[in-house]
T-cell receptor, first 113, second 114 residues
Framework: DGGITQSPKYLFRKEGQNVTLSCEQN?????MYWYRQDPGQGLRLIYY???????QKGDIAEGYSVSREKKESFPLTVTSAQKNPTAFYLC????????????FGPGTRLTVL | DQQVKQNSPSLSVQEGRISILNCDYT??????FLWYKKYPAEGPTFLIS?????DKNEDGRFTVFLNKSAKHLSLHIVPSQPGDSAVYFC?????????????FGGGTRVLVKP
């Protein structure tokens, strides 16, 4: 059953702690993305990766870091430098190239207490 | 500066009637447009897309219209069903931008009343 998995569904952390969100896909997609959604707003791009061992900053990369050591995996670390980390985080993947539909995972709701 | 805008944050429609969602964009380089549907606490699911070489694309109850000169696209859902109640996002792709990045609008929340 092909798709994108994100874990956990809900995550709680204390302020000042780093936290890593998991994203795995078995769609054999080259490109992967991380978005953030805040209430009443659209999706904003944090980081994206077009190929293993390579990634680029999106529109709101400050306070976040990523790695792409395997094609299937694109974990996102929310660091203590992120000023407002409480949000809904979405991972997506697509085939390489332009005009490609992105497929989304179920999301992780991060709440920083 | 928002390059993709959905100016109606919400829409209420009676079951069986037509839902019309609108989306405006400013970047003339956008050449591929998508609509996604999202339920609360879930990831968006793809609905329908359109390339800039077309002005209409239809898939069952969903039709997307593109007016390039006006930089405007719309999604028509007919007939609307209660299960269509969700937030709808339009998104656009610039072929000149690296990485197949999508730019999303802010979303329109649709409520279909039985």
């Amino acid at each position: 059953d092909g798709g994108i998995t994100q874990s956990p569904k809900y995550l709680f952390r204390k302020e000042g702690q780093n936290v890593t969100l998991s994203c795995e896909q078995n769609l054999n997609h080259d490109a992967m993305y991380w978005y953030r959604q805040d209430p009443g707003q659209g999706l904003r791009l944090i980081y994206y990766s077009q190929i293993v061992n390579d990634f680029q900053k999106g529109d709101i990369a400050e306070g976040y870091s990523v790695s792409r050591e395997k094609k299937e995996s694109f974990p996102l670390t929310v660091t203590s430098a992120q000023k407002n980390p409480t949000a809904f985080y979405l991972c997506a993947s697509s085939i390489a190239g332009t005009s490609a539909r992105q497929f989304f995972g179920p999301g992780t709701r991060l709440t920083v207490l | 500066d928002q390059q993709v805008k959905q100016n109606s944050p919400s829409l209420s429609v009676q079951e069986g009637r037509i839902s019309i969602l609108n989306c405006d964009y400013t970047n003339s380089m956008f050449d591929y447009f998508l609509w996604y549907k999202k339920y609360p606490a879930e990831g968006p699911t793809f609905l329908i897309s359109i390339s800039s070489i077309k002005d209409k694309n239809e898939d069952g109850r969903f039709t997307v219209f593109l007016n390039k000169s006006a930089k405007h696209l719309s999604l028509h859902i007919v007939p609307s069903q209660p299960g269509d109640s969700a937030v709808y996002f339009c998104a656009a792709s610039d072929p000149e931008a690296a990485g197949n990045k999508l730019t999303f609008g802010g979303g329109t929340r649709v409520l279909v009343k039985p």
